[in-house]
């Protein structure tokens, strides 16, 4: 299965986008989807994941009560809701899929391409 991440760009901070990672073939039900980023000379970090089959999610704690993480089982798609937006937040925004309910960017099989949020003050 082929992720394709969408919706970043140029922020002001204080801003609330909202990124999209949709998948090329049906998810199955025993998946977990996750946001990742990767700030400039940083290693990627863990930001929220969420299970396919149910509501069931976690946050990094740099972003829990600012971003939401949710699904759409219909389209296949899984989304970012960003709010109050941080320079520190600016980074490559990568989805992807696996299997267990972690952190860990290793234990994810499938990525997508990645998409820039760039945050100014």
């Known amino acids: 299965v082929q992720l394709q991440a969408s919706g970043g760009g140029l922020e002001q901070a204080g801003d609330s986008p909202k990124l999209s990672c949709r998948a090329s073939a049906r998810i199955f039900s025993s998946a977990v989807m996750a946001w990742f980023r990767q700030g400039p000379g940083k290693a990627r970090e863990f930001v929220a994941r969420?299970?396919?089959?149910?509501?069931?999610?976690y946050y990094a704690g740099s972003v829990k009560d600012r971003f939401t993480i949710s699904r759409d089982t219909a389209k296949n798609t899984v989304y970012l809701e960003m709010n109050n937006l941080k320079p520190e937040d600016t980074g490559v925004y990568y989805c992807?899929?696996?299997?267990?309910?972690?952190?860990?960017?290793?234990?994810?099989?499938?990525w997508g391409q990645g998409t820039q949020v760039t945050v100014s003050s």
């Open positions: 992807a899929r696996g299997v267990q309910w972690s952190e860990q960017p290793g234990e994810y099989q499938h």
């Open positions: 969420t299970r396919w089959s149910r509501t069931s999610t």
